[in-house]
């Protein structure tokens, strides 16, 4: 998961409310405020509440996520099968969306990301944190069921845990619906076991509150500051060895050089990465090396394309790209090399061998 402003944690966490509840007076759901921007799903004829309590009588299950998040995008094919089992029943989904980068607080840009992951629950843009703040989150993805009554009565903080919520789902819904019972559960699943391969920590390269990940000696100057990089050796896991002209910022750098380059070293079985460009309508080519080579069919991730030149990504919109996804879990060395400056590297995620099943949009 994602955590705002604090250290990486890893998995999902399940919080006081939802195994104390019964000890506990009941926590009202926060109303969605007025400040936020409603991208409403695409359900023909069907009039979609924008308060809490439009949602009365129903099981409403919040989702706060962010669309540059992979622990968000994985848990996706888990939401959609949930509504579609239990929403003809009363569950009802709302995803709230609140940005970890400056991209994340463009509607548009949350717009085009419902749309790409083909969310059918309405979405709320999250543009001021208000609704964040609200809730008191601080983590993404981070899950609120909110019963009948308008009470919270379970949370879940994190990817994972999702077989105690559906069970909670489905212990609300019988009261009315008792059939729901019937419905077949999702099959177990646990995709941090150790088995499945413990990756590299999420990796930010900008100067993000202490945790920025270059590796060269003179790593950040002032905030937009461009800098002439030189490589000193390989990177150490979970770092980024920059050469040529860079612009260091807090949620990231840019290419201000004609043959820039970024090298990391990880240990997992796919990469993931937020980028960017200075002008969405001119996408810069970035060509993409692992161990000196360029990626191969059977490596590269969805958004890899090939020419007579290699490996390579267009990098157009602002969002997170699926840069590889090898054969098997292990250490490399990747190189992303931009042709031609403006092209914008805010983070890596990383995935194990259990984490590979998942609609990748």
């Not at 023909?44 to 992979?70: M, N, Q």
């Not at 609704?131 to 009470?151: E, F």
């Not at 910022?249 to 997992?268: E, N, P």
């Not at 969405?280 to 059977?298: F, I, S, T, W």
Request: proline share 6%; glycine share 12%; net charge negative.
């Amino acid at each position: 998961m994602r955590r705002f402003l604090r250290p990486f944690a890893i998995g999902g966490v399940l919080l006081g409310v939802s195994s104390h509840a019964e000890n506990r007076k009941p926590v009202k759901a926060p109303n969605f405020t007025p400040d936020a921007v409603w991208i409403d799903s695409g359900e023909a004829g069907r009039k979609i509440p924008h308060s809490i309590k439009g949602y009365r009588g129903k099981v409403l299950l919040i989702d706060f996520w962010e669309y540059t998040c992979i622990n968000c995008i994985r848990d996706f094919g888990v939401l959609k099968r949930w509504y579609a089992k239990y929403h003809d029943d009363g569950f009802d989904i709302v995803g709230v969306h609140y940005g970890e980068f400056p991209m994340g607080f463009d509607a548009h840009n949350v717009r085009d990301a419902a749309q790409r992951f083909q969310l059918p629950w309405p979405v709320v843009a999250d543009l001021h944190g208000s609704i964040w703040n609200a809730y008191h989150s601080d983590v993404w993805p981070n899950r609120y069921l909110v019963d009948q009554n308008g009470d919270i009565v379970f949370h879940v903080e994190g990817e994972g845990h999702n077989g105690e919520m559906e069970e909670k789902i489905r212990e609300l819904l019988a009261a009315t619906h008792p059939e729901v019972k019937q419905i077949p559960l999702d099959p177990p699943e646990n995709t941090f076991a150790p088995t499945c391969g413990v990756t590299t920590q999420e990796t930010y390269v900008g100067d993000w509150f202490g945790r920025g990940a270059i590796a060269n000696p003179k790593a950040y100057g002032n905030n937009g500051e461009a800098i002439d990089f030189h490589p000193h050796g390989t990177p150490g896991d979970g770092k980024v060895m920059l050469s040529g002209h860079w612009i260091t910022q807090q949620d990231g750098i840019t290419s201000a050089g004609k043959h820039d380059s970024a090298q990391l070293t990880y240990h997992a079985r796919s990469v993931y990465a937020v980028l960017s460009v200075d002008n969405p309508k001119r996408p810069v080519r970035l060509d993409l090396l692992q161990d000196g080579k360029p990626l191969l069919a059977g490596v590269a991730g969805v958004d890899v394309r090939f020419d007579s030149g290699g490996s390579y990504v267009e990098v157009g919109s602002p969002r997170m790209y699926y840069l590889v996804k090898n054969p098997v879990f292990g250490a490399h060395l990747l190189a992303l090399e931009p042709v031609g400056s403006g092209f914008g590297l805010h983070s890596f995620t990383y995935g194990n061998d259990c984490q590979q099943g998942f609609d990748q949009r």
